[in-house]
C-alpha cells in the first residue's frame, strides 16, 4: 500500500521525496507486511481473552485479585481435610470425641485418623482442641492425676493448667502461668504442683488454684524436677551439673546443693522411702545420694543401701559403674522402692537394684531413637514407653526366682505396640488405660486390651 502527497516545496526537516520524517515513519509502518499486522493483531486477542477468562473463573470462586496468592493453598487444605475424612471413614480405630467446654454437643462421636493402622488398640480421644495463636507451643509436657478425683491435670508448655474430665472430655482451666513453662513436677499428696521457667521455680497450690511460693536461687537453667514427698522438699536438676534441694515448706526455705555429675543433670527421681535419691546426666552418670540431714544416721540406711561407702559422715554419694555412654533421659523407681529404671536416650532401658546399687539386673533396646517418656502402673508391674519411632509399647515386668540358692531374675516383656506419632507425656490409668499428651497439645486415651499376661500379673 503506497500513500501519495501532494508534490510541495521542500523545506528543512522534508527529504528530497517530499515527505517529512513523521510522514515517512507513518508511510514505513502502513507499508509494513499484512501478515506481521495480523499476527500482532491475534496475540493482542488472545491476551485479552486469557485476561477475562482469569476474571471470570476468580468472580465465579469467589476471590478478589489479591486473594489469588492464597487460592491454591486454601484449595489444597480443604482438599486434604476431605481426603482424610474419607481416609478415616474407612477405619474405626481411632474415635474423636468433642471437647464439651467448645461444643454443646459433647455427646457426637466422629470418626478421626490420627496415623494408626487398623490392627492397632482403640484410640480416643479426649479432645479436639482449637489451634490458637499462641506465643508458646502447646506440647503436654506433663500429666498427672487429680487430688482425690478421678480427674487428670494436663501441663503445656504454654504455661496452662487443665483439670480433665476423662468420662465426659470436659475440660476447664486451673491455671495459667504467662510464661514459657520447661518442666513440671507434682506432690499428689499434698496436692502441690511446681513449674519451672529457666532458673525460677513456682509452686501452686492445686485445691486453691494459687501460687504459694517461688524459688529464684538456682543458678543455672533447671533441667528436671521432682518431690520428695515425706520430707517436703524438692529436687532440682541443673544445667550447671549440679542437684539442688530445696526445703519449700518451713519457714525460711533452705536450699541445699549436691555436687556430684561433669554434665547436665537430665533426670532425677526419689526413693519412695525417703531419705535417698537419684539422678543421671547427658553423659550417662548415674549416682544415688544420701540427704545431708541422713548422713549422720547409717542405721536408718543399712537396710536400703549396706555398705561402708554410705556409713561414714563425708559420704553421700554412690555412682554406679555403667557400661557405655549412652546418656539417661529419665529415671523411674517401683513402688516398694527395689528396683530402679534407666531410661536412656539411645532408646534402651537398665534395671538397677537399689540395695548396694552395684548390680545391673536387666537392659533391654525398646526404642529406635530417644525415648520421648515413660510411665509404671501404680503396683510397678506395667511398664509403657513412647519413643521418637512412633510407637508407644507396653512391657510387663516381673521378678523371676527358679531356686533358692539363685539370685532372681527380672525380665521385659512386650504386651503391645500401637503406632501413635508426637507423643510427649503418658501416664497410666489402671493396668489397662493409657493416657498420652502430644505435642500439638491434644489429650489421647487408649484402651489396653487384656491379655493373660496382665491377667496372671493381677491375680
Known amino acids: 500500500m503506497t500513500i501519495h502527497k501532494a508534490s510541495t516545496p521542500e523545506s528543512p526537516g522534508q527529504s528530497q521525496t517530499g515527505l517529512s520524517i513523521k510522514d515517512k515513519l507513518t508511510s514505513t509502518e502502513l507499508t509494513a507486511d499484512p501478515w506481521v499486522l495480523q499476527s500482532h493483531r491475534c496475540l493482542r486477542a488472545l491476551l485479552i481473552i486469557r485476561l477475562i477468562t482469569a476474571l471470570v473463573v476468580l468472580s465465579l470462586s469467589g476471590c478478589s485479585i489479591a486473594d489469588t496468592t492464597v487460592f491454591p493453598k486454601a484449595l489444597d487444605s480443604k482438599s486434604d481435610s476431605v481426603a482424610q475424612q474419607a ?170 546443693r549436691y555436687i556430684g555429675h561433669s554434665s547436665i543433670v537430665s533426670a532425677v527421681v526419689a526413693h519412695p522411702y525417703g531419705k535417698l535419691f537419684f539422678s543421671g546426666d547427658w553423659d550417662g552418670g548415674l549416682n544415688a545420694w544420701v540427704a545431708y540431714e541422713y548422713r549422720e544416721q547409717p542405721d536408718l540406711l543399712s537396710e536400703l543401701i549396706p555398705g561402708s561407702q554410705l556409713q561414714t559422715e563425708l559420704t553421700t554419694r554412690v555412682r554406679a559403674r555403667r557400661r557405655g555412654d549412652a546418656g539417661i533421659e529419665k529415671l523411674l523407681i517401683t513402688p516398694n522402692g527395689e528396683v530402679l529404671f534407666v531410661i536412656l536416650q539411645d532408646g534402651g532401658i537398665e534395671l538397677w537394684e537399689v540395695r548396694g546399687f552395684s548390680r545391673r539386673l536387666y537392659e533391654k533396646q525398646v526404642h529406635r531413637g530417644m525415648i520421648y517418656d515413660a510411665a509404671l502402673s501404680s503396683d510397678g508391674s506395667v511398664l509403657v514407653t513412647a519413643g521418637r519411632d512412633g510407637f508407644i509399647r507396653v512391657w510387663s515386668y516381673r521378678k523371676v526366682k527358679k531356686g533358692i540358692s539363685q539370685p532372681a531374675k527380672y525380665v521385659l516383656k512386650k504386651l503391645n505396640e500401637i503406632r501413635l506419632e508426637n507423643v510427649s507425656a503418658l501416664i497410666l490409668s489402671g493396668k489397662h488405660t493409657l493416657i498420652a499428651g502430644t505435642k500439638n497439645g491434644r489429650l489421647l486415651s487408649v484402651d489396653l486390651p487384656r491379655s493373660r499376661e496382665t491377667e496372671r500379673l493381677e491375680d
Open 87 to 256: 481416609k478415616a471413614s474407612q477405619s474405626s480405630s481411632v474415635i474423636t470425641l468433642e471437647d464439651s467446654s467448645n461444643n454443646a454437643n459433647s455427646g457426637l462421636i466422629q470418626s478421626g485418623n490420627d496415623n494408626i493402622p487398623p490392627s492397632s488398640r482403640a484410640v480416643t480421644e479426649v479432645n479436639k482442641a482449637k489451634q490458637k495463636s499462641v506465643p508458646y507451643p502447646l506440647e503436654m509436657i506433663g500429666l498427672f492425676p487429680y487430688p482425690g478425683d478421678s480427674g487428670l491435670l494436663s501441663l503445656s508448655r504454654n504455661g496452662k493448667l487443665w483439670k480433665w474430665d476423662l468420662s465426659t472430655g470436659a475440660r476447664r482451666e486451673v491455671f495459667e502461668l504467662k510464661n514459657y513453662v520447661e518442666v513440671g513436677a507434682y506432690n499428689r499428696k499434698a496436692g502441690i504442683l511446681a513449674l519451672s521457667t529457666g532458673s525460677d521455680v513456682y509452686l501452686l497450690n492445686i485445691n486453691r488454684h494459687a501460687l504459694i511460693n517461688k524459688l529464684s536461687a538456682v543458678p543455672a537453667r533447671i533441667t528436671t524436677m521432682a518431690f520428695q514427698e515425706r520430707e517436703q522438699t524438692l529436687l532440682i536438676g541443673a544445667a550447671d551439673g549440679r542437684i539442688y534441694r530445696w526445703h519449700y515448706n518451713t519457714g525460711r526455705s533452705r536450699l541445699e
